[in-house]
């Protein structure tokens, strides 16, 4: 279970469901070539990232490299999370609308909507009428860190400060309206999470995808919609490789006993199903097997080799940019030295020939 199906994937698992749903194959290729336009649209993958980065300084690399691992901050992608990272948003909810994993979806941190209207547009293509997308968020950016109850976040990114992180929610809707997705299937909780999600009226979720990047915005949304995510359904995690995020994650699986087994899809992003491990336990044979244990270490192992290889390349790029950086002050500061001493000397000069001049003129006038 990779999460991350290509449209020929898609399209051939499309097939096979609809033999049994008597639904003709053309619809079914519609839908899967309607899904993976509305997902390559989103990210601006149609045009190759053209758009760029709002954070080039941090990220020079090419735009389509990142927005494939969704690192960058896209000028103008409606969002910031990347190809795979989408990817594995469509398995998880096309498979819980195979499933019948009964339940709502929600996003908790939208920014320009993207994922959430990603979601939506699914539901569309799959003539979903009774499940609805919740899209939380303040709309207004991240809340400051609350370093009392919540040391790690303020030792964090201070994320309250990028102005780039406030979408407004008319912007977001704006959004939504472009691609014809804006209807009463979906819902707009506007407002910090501790404040909107304890009175949310959400009944069941199917898919439940966490991307607020602070422990304080983690939590809240897993203490307040966990519970509420149907068995089968998916949890999904945008922001594994931030210390807060992950500190957050572990310790509540930690609190709740969760041992659903964590799968990940990228470089920072992990998700798991719920009930898993309960079902793994019974069924016959299953993943308790020695040979599916050693299957799965050497696939975590593998998963971890390439995202440790990623981060050195990553980390390698920073500190080259740290250095270019570094040299770059120091020249703009030999310079600056080197233009004060040229003052200095030039008004020297000056004084020293203007001295020359009144003693010229003293000796002149001297009687
Ligand atoms: C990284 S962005 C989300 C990216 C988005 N999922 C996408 O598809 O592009 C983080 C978002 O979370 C929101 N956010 C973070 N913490 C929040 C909180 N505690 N309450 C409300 N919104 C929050 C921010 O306003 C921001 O829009």
């Given at each position: 279970m990779?999460?991350?199906?290509?449209?020929?994937?898609?399209?051939e698992t499309n097939s096979q469901a609809d033999q049994g749903e008597s639904q003709s194959a053309p619809d079914s290729e519609l839908r899967a070539r309607y899904i993976d336009l509305l997902r390559e649209t989103l990210t601006m993958s149609l045009w190759n990232a053209a758009d760029g980065n709002q954070m080039e300084a941090m990220f020079p690399a090419h735009g389509a490299a990142l927005r494939e691992d969704g690192r960058d901050w896209p000028k103008l992608a409606h969002t910031m999370t990347g190809v795979k990272r989408m990817k594995n948003l469509q398995f998880c909810v096309e498979d819980v609308i195979a499933r019948g994993v009964p339940g709502d979806f929600i996003e908790t941190g939208v920014w320009r909507g993207g994922s959430c209207i990603f979601m939506r547009g699914i539901l569309a293509a799959y003539g979903e009428r009774d499940r609805k997308v919740w899209v939380a968020d303040s709309f207004e950016g991240l809340p400051p860190p609350d370093a009392e109850k919540y040391p790690v976040d303020a030792a964090g990114i201070a994320f309250h400060l990028y102005p780039q992180l406030a979408i407004p929610m008319e912007e977001v809707q704006?959004?939504?309206?472009?691609?014809?997705l804006l209807d009463d299937q979906v819902v707009m909780l506007k407002g910090f999470f501790k404040d909107t999600l304890p009175h949310?009226?959400?009944?069941?979720l199917a898919v439940l995808r966490l991307d607020g990047d602070m422990y304080e915005s983690t939590m809240d949304a897993l203490t307040n919609l966990y519970s509420k995510l149907s068995d089968g359904g998916y949890l999904i995690v945008d922001d594994y490789a931030i210390p807060a995020c992950s500190e957050a994650i572990n310790d509540f699986r930690e609190a709740y006993g969760i041992t659903d087994p964590m799968e990940v899809i990228d470089w920072t992003g992990v998700y798991w199903q719920k009930g898993s491990a309960k079902k793994r336990a019974l069924e016959p044979d299953s993943g308790d097997s020695e040979t599916a244990l050693t299957d799965r270490y050497t696939k975590l192992f593998m998963d971890h080799e390439r995202i440790a290889q990623e981060n050195r390349l990553h980390a390698l790029t920073i500190s080259r940019l740290q250095a270019q950086n570094l040299a770059t002050a120091n020249e703009l500061a030999a310079v600056r030295s080197s233009r004060s001493l040229r003052y200095v000397a030039k008004v020297r000069g000056s004084l020293a020939s203007a001295n020359r001049i009144k003693s010229r003129l003293i000796r002149k006038n001297q009687p």
């Open positions: 990779t999460g991350t199906a290509t449209y020929a994937e898609t399209a704006a959004n939504f309206r472009s691609y014809g949310a009226e959400i009944d069941k």
